[in-house]
């Protein structure tokens, strides 16, 4: 492969966004597995023709689709997801326990260093993982069976592990964020976790500074420099900098902080970039302007980015999994949302394009590149 | 003995199954009579992609949003291992797997 491979999931299928190193034309090639649900598609480092897909709907269930020459073609691998032992109750939306259920896989992290080793994040909220190229999944219960596990509750769209982040240099530390239970760390390759949400503090719960019970929405992190984590909370931009043992709020002058995606610059580790919208109520771009914002600071201090973006009328939300950087210099930065445009910038944020409209709604988007 | 069932899938299911049209199973009648169950193991065993997208792998039950129909009956509620209907057995009907209507 050459140039930059976008890989975008839709509430009706995916599409593979192609171009080469100048990032300014580009070729759409789908739908795949039309009419499917397709929360996330994801390639792996080790062999860029190697994706995954993560293909389900309410009729039909999950299926996970494999291709291995980069997209041309795919084949189905294994889709049974069974959790481990006793599946034991979390809290349900009125209240009451309700056993865990497995109903999709929301995000898919392909190992760095092997093509066919693959973790997934499941609703309801649980930890799988592949070894042999997803021909079978097992789940890593420790995560699930956290002894704050049976308080649990989902949020609006769910309760599911809906980021997987993996210390490149230490594979063994993970970070896991569940949607409504907050940041989980563990330091031996998913056996065990320990909550990490010391600072955030959310005031849709009973106890604001809560150790588990947070609507976070993203966390992402420079691989470069893993302790320190940025996060898209329900409200709230917030920063870590010792891998997730306290955070601390960052959203300075942005005009909103709630949002859902948040991703980091492939080269600066201080550079970030959100995307506010309205509120938790309203969820779209405040004045109807749709604004990228990056901060170059580490957080604290925020510049709209607007140039090639809609100003008037829109009325989109770019959802948690939608946003994404690819290696290339300078970095390009991606993003999808609700009304079904992706939007390329190959300056870092500073002008934009749409790289493709009016595709289904864009639930995640992931980028391959190879200067 | 077998005794073929001819099925007939959605059109996802078709496509996640390779198939273009009705599918053929040969399922094994030497016990008894053909059983939904019977038929769903046949048939995920000759389409494996098919497993988990008609039963839930966890309880092996029907999916909710899954019909079974048959010579203008719905079978949907019959216990998976009632005899299918002697049209169906002798092949003069097919069996249906219906994707319920519901959802945008």
Not at chain 1, 164 to 182: C, F, K, N, T
């Amino acid at each position: 492969m050459t140039g930059v491979r976008v890989l975008v999931g839709t509430a009706k299928g995916g599409f593979i966004i192609e171009s080469d190193g100048k990032r300014s034309d580009w070729k759409v090639e789908g739908p795949l597995f039309g009419g499917w649900e397709v929360y996330h598609m994801a390639g792996s480092p080790a062999d860029p023709s190697r994706l995954y897909a993560s293909q389900s709907t309410g009729w039909f269930g999950q299926v996970i689709q494999r291709s291995d020459d980069g997209g041309r073609s795919w084949a189905p691998v294994g889709n049974q997801f069974l959790y481990d032992g006793d599946t034991g109750t979390h809290l349900w939306y009125d209240g009451t326990p309700r056993p865990w259920q497995f109903a999709r896989v929301w995000h898919l992290e392909p190992s760095a260093d092997d093509p066919d080793s693959v973790y997934a994040g499941v609703e309801d909220a649980a930890l799988f993982q592949t070894t042999d190229g997803g021909a079978n999944w097992s789940e890593l219960p420790g995560l699930r069976t956290h002894r704050s596990g049976p308080s649990w509750q989902p949020g609006a769209g769910g309760m599911a592990v809906h980021t997987i982040l993996i210390d490149p240099a230490r594979p063994e530390q993970m970070h896991v964020a569940i949607s409504a239970a907050g940041v989980f760390r563990s330091d031996d390759s998913g056996a065990t976790w320990r909550p990490a949400n010391k600072g955030l503090r959310s005031g849709g719960i009973p106890d604001e500074d809560a150790e588990v019970g947070h609507c976070v929405h993203r966390i992402a992190r420079h691989p470069a420099r893993p302790d320190v984590l940025f996060m898209q909370k329900h409200w709230d931009v917030m920063r870590s900098d010792d891998g997730g043992d306290s955070w601390y709020e960052i959203s300075g002058d942005l005009p909103t902080d709630f949002g859902f995606p948040i991703a980091v610059h492939a080269h600066e580790p201080d550079t970030v970039y959100v995307v506010p919208i309205t509120s938790d109520s309203e969820h779209y771009p405040p004045d109807a302007r749709l604004r990228v914002y990056r901060s170059r600071t580490g957080g604290g201090e925020w510049e709209p980015l607007t140039a090639g973006l809609p100003q008037q009328n829109c009325y989109v939300n770019v959802l948690r999994d939608a946003m994404a950087v690819d290696g290339l210099d300078p970095c390009g930065v991606y993003f999808g949302t609700t009304g079904g445009q992706v939007y390329a910038s190959a300056d870092a944020g500073d002008t934009w394009q749409p790289i493709v409209r009016d595709l289904p709604r864009v639930l995640s988007v992931e980028v391959q590149a190879r200067p | 003995m077998t005794c073929v069932i001819r099925v007939v899938l959605p059109h996802h299911l078709r496509n996640l199954a390779g198939v273009s049209h009705e599918v053929r199973l040969a399922v094994d009648d030497d016990a008894g009579p053909a059983t939904q169950a019977a038929v769903m193991d046949a048939l995920e065993t000759a389409y494996p992609p098919l497993r988990g997208t008609i039963r839930d792998p966890a309880t092996m039950r029907r999916r909710p949003f899954i019909r079974f129909y048959a010579g203008g009956d719905d079978l949907s509620h019959d216990p998976p291992e009632a005899p299918l209907p002697d049209p169906v057995l002798a092949g003069a009907e097919p069996f249906c797997v219906v994707g319920a209507m519901a959802g945008g």
